[in-house]
């Protein structure tokens, strides 16, 4: 293909991607392999001019281009040999996004010439990149920094968190500018929440097989533009203005800072949307595919560890310091305070293995930016030795899905054993303690983005995605669910009491327990998808959180357990632990800082710890807390019992005497549909025999005082 247009001048190597200095763009883009590489510009009316970077250093084909204005709309065309079997896929034929695109507009439409192997030009059908005027970025408000252990997460969408708020106005659903109006601000800081988890946001297309089927991504784990808020999700685009992306996310930001509430992203740099060999050529395929992926034994083909076609080559230097840029970038420019790494192990591996040692992670752990935001591992993905919960290292922590699954076999009557239970409930320190880390290692969940949202999980007992046209194949098989004896919704008022009572417990044991609880929004209302566990492809009712539920008092009830929850964990640090149990007195003289019950109030014995769990006690001494206050000052609080009792028949559970306690007073009773926070007999004396309901939670606030009704 010929090329046209005018010579750059020489620019500059750095920084990449296009930068505007009040009077044009440099232009940088890093393609090892390539003889040339073009600039285009487009305009309006489809016009592209295209501008030869003639100048090549350390790679970087560069130059400075005059005139060129913000809202300019741009791609690259590289030059290079078509060579899949050696790894070679340069089609100048084909526009490519800028890895390093700001802002990013235009739709990916399916048609031959998106693929690298067909002829035609592509440039109608795939996004481009948008100059954007970085000189006077938004102010992102203060930072709130909230400590690890103080942490609450809520990991939501943004559009479908406010798709049908009926406080928002309907030309901000859906948008950054929504996720930052009050009336969602005002909720998630009622509920108590510190940080918002964001499904990803960075710019991101649907996969060709889900466009041929009428479906779109819903969740966005298929990106391809690392540093671009994603444009569907903006308010300014929709009302034309191109770029306004980039500010409206900043100005989300700051109301939720503003709010005290951080701003954590999910992030997907583990593969592109490019997809497998057979997928569309979008950016990185066309501008350097041997450096960019990790090619298979057949260089025309791919390593896939993410069962998505690729997975980017972290060993490649200039991949790394794409994914540190591109982190840096939020966390700096765009007032980001943590992230949550998509199927971490696939970044971590080295050649093959998942390695400690990688320089992902090495180059992680001394980055000075990146040390002082939150980083969450998903430490998993699907290749073999990809399984590596409890394996990352000092400054992760992560997604504990064995709290999960131990908590959801506990309340549906699995019966995990009671070591299993109790590791879960303090912290895991099975998993974290060995290497230095702390309790907050341990993101204790029990729904995610993924599988059952809470109320499905007491509802089926099958997954139904039938709605995804994959006859029903897609989505995990093993939920470790109950529906308690009738497959889906019912009117059976007993039934529906027993499932809601479920819900209280699965978020009293996950908002009670040592180490940081990740709630999914829409769970604290009673949220439903009618059985479906995979809900990625369905940008619609099923996937939007359905705030007409507050109108039901049942529902209305669980947002107000779920806020005294969240509360009473703020306000105790014995619910909040910095440093691990260790079973002893933290003092001298002392009670243990936790102790283990059995139902006749004697504590756990040897042959107990190993017994299956159905019923199990745990005193918390708010006496003996390990962490010491800013100023090494000791930190008391009140001590708590706290009773789980799986079981479906009544059970009689003593409550233990001195030294314990003299007195306990109910906390939070989830027996009690309406109020789970109150009930006739509130306090009862240390020796009384209670008896549990089936299926039941109890807290208790224990009381070394002599009771005085006065």
Not at 338 to 360: I, N, T
């Amino acid at each position: 293909m010929a090329r046209t247009g005018s010579r750059a001048w020489p620019g500059s190597w750095r920084p990449l991607g296009l930068s505007f200095d009040g009077q044009g763009v440099n232009a940088a883009l890093w393609a090892a392999g390539a003889s040339g590489v073009d600039l285009c510009l487009f305009e309006e009316d489809g016009t592209e001019h295209r501008v030869p970077l003639t100048e090549s250093t350390f790679h970087v084909w560069h130059g400075y281009v005059p005139g060129v204005e913000p809202d300019q709309r741009y791609g690259f065309r590289v030059y290079g040999p078509w060579e899949p079997e050696l790894g070679h896929r340069w089609n100048p034929e084909k526009v490519l996004l800028d890895p390093y695109a700001r802002a990013v507009t235009g739709d990916f439409e399916l048609d031959d010439a998106v693929y690298g192997q067909n002829p035609g030009d592509s440039a109608p059908f795939v996004p481009k990149g948008v100059v954007v005027d970085e000189r006077d970025g938004a102010d992102t408000g203060p930072r709130p920094f909230t400590p690890w252990s103080e942490t609450v997460i809520y990991e939501a969408h943004v559009r479908g968190l406010t798709m049908r708020h009926p406080g928002v106005p309907e030309e901000l659903r859906g948008t950054y500018a929504g996720l930052a109006h009050p009336a969602v601000i005002d909720h998630l800081v009622n509920l108590g929440i510190t940080a918002v988890e964001l499904l990803p946001v960075h710019h991101f297309v649907s996969e060709p097989h889900l466009l041929e089927r009428g479906l779109v991504n819903y969740w966005g784990y298929n990106s391809i533009g690392y540093f671009a808020p994603h444009a569907g999700y903006s308010a300014a685009v929709r009302r034309g203005r191109r770029g306004g992306q980039v500010r409206e996310f900043q100005e989300m930001v700051a109301a939720l800072h503003h709010a005290g509430i951080e701003v954590i992203l999910d992030v997907v740099y583990n593969h592109t949307a490019e997809g497998g060999e057979n997928g569309p050529t979008l950016s990185f395929r066309g501008i350097d595919n041997d450096c960019y992926y990790r090619l298979g034994e057949d260089p025309a083909t791919y390593q896939d560890y993410t069962g998505c076609g690729n997975t980017l080559n972290v060993t490649q230097p200039h991949v790394i310091q794409l994914i540190t840029d591109s982190l840096r970038y939020w966390a700096t420019q765009m007032g980001v305070d943590g992230f949550r790494f998509d199927l971490a192990s696939a970044l971590a591996r080295s050649m093959h293995d998942v390695d400690k040692l990688s320089s992902f992670l090495t180059v992680i752990s001394q980055d000075p930016v990146l040390q002082d935001v939150k980083l969450i591992a998903e430490p998993w993905d699907v290749g073999q030795g990809g399984y590596q919960v409890g394996e990352f290292p000092p400054l992760w922590t992560e997604w504990n899905d064995k709290f999960r699954d131990t908590a959801r076999d506990f309340w549906r009557g699995g019966r995990p054993d009671v070591r299993d239970l109790a590791y879960r409930i303090s912290g895991s320190s099975d998993l974290y303690q060995d290497d230095g880390r702390r309790p907050y290692a341990s993101i204790n969940f029990i729904t995610a983005h993924d599988g059952f949202t809470m109320r499905d999980l007491v509802t089926y007992e099958q997954k139904h995605n039938e709605a995804h046209g994959e006859d029903n194949r897609d989505g995990s098989n093993d939920n470790r669910s109950s529906n308690y004896g009738v497959e889906g919704e019912t009117d059976d008022l007993k039934l529906n009491l027993v499932r809601r009572r479920q819900i209280r417990n699965l978020l009293g044991m996950m908002l009670l327990a040592t180490g940081v609880p990740m709630l999914v929004a829409g769970d604290e209302l009673g949220r439903t998808q009618g059985g479906d566990n995979n809900a990625y492809c369905l940008d619609d009712e099923t996937s939007w959180l359905d705030w007409s539920l507050l109108k039901h008092p049942e529902w209305r009830s669980l947002l107000d357990l779920t806020r005294r929850l969240i509360h009473l964990r703020r306000q105790h640090p014995v619910l909040r632990q910095r440093v691990f149990f260790s079973g002893q007195p933290a003092f001298p003289g002392g009670l243990q800082d936790i102790a283990w019950f059995r139902p006749d109030a004697k504590e756990m014995t040897d042959a107990d710890w190993f017994a299956p769990a159905s019923v199990l006690g745990v005193y918390l001494s708010g006496q003996d807390i390990r962490g010491r206050g800013p100023h090494g000052e000791r930190i008391t609080d009140d001590s708590f019992l706290l009773v789980l009792h799986a079981g479906a028949e009544e059970l009689e559970f003593t409550l233990p005497g001195d030294p314990w306690a003299r007195w306990y007073q109910v906390v939070v009773d989830t027996t009690l549909d309406a109020d789970p926070g109150a009930r006739d007999d509130d306090v009862l004396g240390a020796g009384t025999p209670v008896i549990l309901a089936p299926r039941s939670l109890l807290l208790l606030r224990a009381d070394h005082e002599l009771w005085n009704p006065t």
